[in-house]
Nanobody, 122 residues
Framework: QVQLVESGGGLVQAGDSLRLSCAAS????????VGWFRQAPGKERELVAA????????YYGHSVQGRFTISRDNAKNTVYLRLNSLQPEDTAVYYC???????????????WGQGTQVTVSS
């Protein structure tokens, strides 16, 4: 049974940082590209960052480029998302998702976590 479990969310002030983790089990993690998505109330879900199976390829959404950093440790079956210079508009539920393949990101992901809430106060 495949599981993705996010952690690390919380309530922070504008300008603060967080590190989210996505721990995977039940799959050969090193064969999977991983994406971090977020969804704010009343808004569509958006891809904020993605990383290829080996970690050499990364992608960032325009709104987070230069502030967020995605990385992975395949030995620990974990992908991380470092969120710096957080702003109130970053408030959302953050989800990680995995898909088997060699590309950095995909239009569709096969496995999803339950999400972790990030709230940024001004």
């Amino acid at each position: 049974q495949v599981q993705l479990v996010e952690s690390g969310g919380g309530l922070v002030q504008a300008g603060d940082s967080l590190r989210l983790s996505c721990a995977a089990s039940g799959l050969m993690f090193s064969n999977y590209a991983v994406g971090w998505f977020r969804q704010a109330p009343g808004k569509e879900r958006e891809l904020v960052a993605a990383i290829s199976k080996g970690g050499s390829g990364t992608y960032y959404g325009h709104s987070v480029q230069g502030r967020f950093t995605i990385s992975r440790d395949n030995a620990k079956n974990t992908v991380y998302l470092r969120l710096n210079s957080l702003q109130p508009e970053d408030t959302a539920v953050y989800y990680c998702a995995a898909v088997r393949g060699s590309n950095t990101y995909y239009p569709k992901y096969d496995y999803w976590g339950q999400g972790t809430q990030v709230t940024v106060s001004s």
